[in-house]
């Protein structure tokens, strides 16, 4: 069964961490291109970071310095390490494959970044 789910979110003031996993389906994450996406409300979901199957690492200009996106491929998770959160941060994060398959969306983790 193709899957992906997230985990890890919650509730932090400004300037704390969160650290959010996804678990994924042995097909979805084997040698491919893995990413966190992340959507506001009344916003378009977007990347915030990507990792390849050999570990290179691109992140949005905004969260440059900040995230970390590492992924272990023996348990076929990805992970996202959130450190200095901002308010704007304040999304639900998703994680899929680079293109992204429309279709395995998972439920996502609620990350609320408090001023």
């Known amino acids: 069964q193709v899957q992906l789910v997230e985990s890890g979110g919650g509730l932090v003031q400004a300037g704390g961490s969160l650290r959010l996993s996804c678990a994924a389906s042995?097909?979805?994450?084997?040698?491919?291109?893995m990413a966190w996406y992340r959507q506001a409300p009344g916003k378009q979901r977007e990347w915030v970071a990507i990792?390849?199957?050999?570990?290179?690492?691109r992140y949005v200009d905004s969260v440059k310095g900040r995230f970390t996106i590492s992924r272990d491929n023996a348990k076929n998770t990805v992970y996202l390490q959130m450190n200095s959160l901002k308010p704007d941060d304040t999304s639900v994060y998703y994680c899929?494959?680079?293109?992204?398959?429309?279709?395995?969306w998972g439920r996502g983790t609620q990350v609320t970044v408090s001023s």
């Open positions: 899929n494959a680079l293109p992204r398959i429309e279709n395995i």
């Open positions: 042995r097909s979805i994450f084997s040698s491919n291109t």
């Open positions: 990792i390849t199957s050999g570990g290179t690492t």
